[in-house]
C-alpha cells in the first residue's frame, strides 16, 4: 500500500521549533520530488519547500527561508522539515508529497497540524 505519513506537529509558542517528518510507505522515496504544503483556515494551499530526487537541491518560500530546512533520509525513506523561529502565522496543517515530474505530485499525506501561539 503506498503511503506518506506525516508526524512532529503540534502546538509550540512563537520563537519555538518542530521537526516535521514524512514517511513514505509502499514505494521509495529516491527517485521522488518531495514537496511540503501547508493549508491555514480560511486559506488556500501554499508551497512551503520541496527538494529535488536528483541532486538534492531545494526550494524555500520567501516567507519560510532563513528558518525551515527540508532534508531527506533515503536510508530511512523519510523527508524532514526542521522549523525553526516558528511565528504565529506558520499556524496550518502541513502536507507532504511526492512525485515523479516536478511541479506534479502523486502522492499527499494526510497532514499533521502546526499551531504557534503562546
Known amino acids: 500500500q503506498v503511503q506518506l505519513v506525516e508526524s512532529g506537529g503540534g502546538l509550540v509558542q512563537p520563537g519555538g521549533s518542530l521537526r516535521l517528518s514524512c514517511a513514505a510507505s509502499?514505494?521509495?522515496?529516491?527517485?521522488?520530488?518531495i514537496g511540503w504544503f501547508r493549508q491555514a483556515p480560511g486559506k488556500e494551499r501554499e508551497g512551503v519547500s520541496c527538494i529535488s530526487s536528483s541532486d538534492g537541491s531545494t526550494y524555500y518560500a520567501d516567507s519560510v527561508k532563513g528558518r525551515f530546512t527540508i532534508s531527506r533520509d533515503n536510508a530511512k525513506n523519510t523527508v524532514y522539515l526542521q522549523m525553526n523561529s516558528l511565528k504565529p502565522e506558520d499556524t496550518a496543517v502541513y502536507y507532504c508529497?511526492?512525485?515523479?515530474?516536478?511541479?506534479?505530485?502523486?502522492?499527499w499525506g494526510q497532514g499533521t497540524q502546526v499551531t504557534v501561539s503562546s
Open positions: 508529497a511526492a512525485g515523479i515530474q516536478v511541479g506534479k505530485y502523486d502522492y
Open positions: 509502499g514505494f521509495t522515496l529516491d527517485y521522488y520530488h
